[in-house]
């Protein structure tokens, strides 16, 4: 059974830093490409970042440029996302997904697996 486990959410002021973490098991996700994605209250799930299965290639939506960084432990199968100088808009349940891809690319859709999501609030 395929699960991806979220973890490090938390409540932090604005300005703070928190790292979410994604611990990846039931198969080998060599060759998958490894998202964050977000959903705030009243809103849509969007897109974060995203980390090809090798790792070379990394993508960021425009909200998190410069202050998120996501990273993976190939061996581990776990990925992380750094964020930090975090704002209130950032308020969310950020989850980590993951798509199998052919090529050691980023994806943005169509993720095959989801985890459950863990709760990020940024207090102003």
């Known amino acids: 059974q395929v699960r991806l486990v979220e973890s490090g959410g938390g409540l932090v002021q604005a300005g703070g830093s928190l790292r979410l973490s994604c611990a990846a098991s039931?198969?080998?996700?060599?060759?998958?490409?490894m998202g964050w994605f977000r959903q705030a209250p009243g809103k849509e799930r969007e897109f974060v970042a995203g980390?090809?299965?090798?790792?070379?290639?990394?993508y960021y939506a425009d909200s998190g440029k410069g202050r998120f960084t996501i990273s993976r432990d190939i061996p581990k199968n776990t990925v992380d996302l750094q964020m930090n100088t975090l704002k209130p808009e950032d308020t969310a349940v950020y989850y980590c997904?993951?798509?199998?891809?052919?090529?050691?690319?980023?994806?943005?859709?169509?993720?095959?697996?989801w985890g459950k999501g863990t709760l990020v609030t940024v207090s102003s």
């Open positions: 980390i090809s299965w090798s790792g070379s290639s990394t």
């Open positions: 997904a993951a798509a199998y891809s052919p090529y050691d690319v980023v994806r943005r859709n169509g993720m095959d697996y």
């Open positions: 039931g198969r080998s996700f060599s060759r998958y490409a």
